[in-house]
């Protein structure tokens, strides 16, 4: 995300004030144009699956940047219709944001795009609760889309689509995280509480309430947070967030904070380490125990290989550093997110890599596979994979490639 420049985004937010305002949107459909079909399955064989390097992943379909009709990519999710049980594919481009029917995973469905709500920007952000997708970005004067995804049933022809809803209470914003357990959005970087959390009620999704936030430390820049059931007796079944927070400069920490009540967040404690570029994002292992961040200007400002570092959250109140994974390159790292006994990762040039973490309480951390969508090479700079969503069902990962699209893959057979 090209942090080092992000830093001074906070200078220049419009700001239109903290008071809940939500413009809703018909539906109108557009007019009807054919799909693109994108390329099909590609195994990874003796290391590669075409041109692109790949261990135990194969290469299901890639949705190009032209078929996006876009200049870049950013951030990615899915969503899986309870209805029908198909998946979909969200991908943030740099004019809007773009949805994939990929159930079918090696013959994808352009469906369309939701054009960006003011004007076009590198950095775009979505996550997805009962059913709709929720939508930041730093260009200015965007808000937060609201999209009802239920309206990808039985799309007849690629659409322009409009948003249901949109958010005016901040103009932009970096990142978005929601509490699925709570029904709370976090909106992350925003010209609101000094650029922390603020803490927005989206159980009626077409109608988000601001509800409080959080400003008592440095400019966050992503966050996760859970309804805890970790370890840590003291904080069972708060709600705990835990931020990504750095001034770009000396300052880089993770914030732990009680934002159970929403008028009154409590800062429980912080986890800070040496060497520090940049903060960036980080994802607590499934049971709570361990939390994986990444920091994205390290490998840059001290060389090396790509590094995640793992904490120990037994106690809430005093997090202790466990483990420094080193990554097989020298590649930057970007978001990386947990699921069962595996850390998956966007390594920027180094693409998408899967760790094993069974043994992580032994401080041991393995690769156990990877699909690398940049084959140019795998040096420390901002091309290649921004984020991945591993979450499916099925097996399929999604991965966005900065510079040239959607790429769907599968564990080999």
């Known amino acids: 995300m090209k942090t080092q420049i992000k830093i001074f985004l906070i200078s220049i937010v419009s700001f239109w004030g903290c008071s809940n305002i939500i413009e809703t949107t018909p539906y109108i459909p557009s007019i009807p144009t054919l799909t693109i079909p994108s390329s099909g399955l590609t195994p990874c064989v003796d290391g590669f699956a075409g041109v ?9 379909a890639i ?15 899915g969503w899986t219709d309870p209805q029908t049980g198909k998946e979909y594919a969200i991908m943030g481009l740099d004019d809007g944001t773009a949805f994939v029917d990929i159930s079918v995973p090696d013959q994808p469905i352009y469906l369309g795009k939701l054009a960006t709500a003011s004007v076009p920007s590198s950095w775009r952000d979505v996550k997805v609760f009962q059913n709709h ?5 730093e260009a200015a004067n965007h808000g937060m889309q609201v999209f009802d995804l239920t309206r990808l049933r039985d799309v007849p022809s690629k659409q322009n689509f409009t948003a249901d809803a949109r958010f005016t209470g901040f103009g932009n914003a970096h990142n978005i995280a929601i509490n699925e357990a709570s029904g709370f959005a976090y909106v992350i970087g925003s010209g609101l509480y000094e650029g922390g959390p603020a803490f927005i009620d989206v159980n009626d999704p077409l109608n988000p309430t601001l509800e409080g936030g959080f400003s008592d430390e440095s400019y966050s820049h992503d966050a996760h947070i859970v309804t805890y059931n970790g370890p840590d007796q003291d904080h069972h079944g708060k709600e705990i967030l835990f931020g990504s927070n750095s001034d770009g400069g000396d300052n880089n920490q993770v914030v732990i904070v009680d934002v159970t009540d929403k008028s009154a967040p409590i800062l429980i404690s912080n986890m800070s380490y040496s060497n520090g570029g940049y903060t960036h994002q980080g994802w607590l292992a499934e049971d709570h125990q361990y939390y994986y961040l990444g920091d994205e200007l390290d490998e840059i400002n001290f060389g090396g290989r790509t590094k995640t570092l793992v904490f120990d959250l037994e106690d809430l109140d005093n997090p202790i550093l466990h483990h420094t994974y080193l990554g097989a390159t020298n590649a930057i790292d970007h978001n990386g997110y ?3 006994n595996s850390f998956f990762i966007a390594n920027y040039t180094a693409g998408f890599r899967e760790i094993n ?16 969508t940049y084959p140019s090479n795998n040096n420390a700079n901002f091309n290649g ?29």
Do not use: H
């Open 52 to 60: 692109y390097p790949c261990s135990g992943y194969d290469l299901q």
């Open 63 to 77: 949705v190009s940047l032209e078929t996006f009709r876009a200049n870049s990519g950013n951030d990615s999710w």
């Open 133 to 137: 997708a929720f939508i930041v970005s």
């Open 338 to 340: 947990t699921k069962n």
């Open 357 to 372: 973490t069974i043994n992580i309480a032994s401080g041991v951390m393995e690769e156990e596979g990877f699909f690398d």
């Open 385 to 413: 994979v921004w984020s991945i969503y591993p979450y499916f069902e099925s097996g399929v990962i999604v991965i966005s490639d900065i510079n040239t699209g959607l790429y769907l893959v599968k564990p080999s057979e």
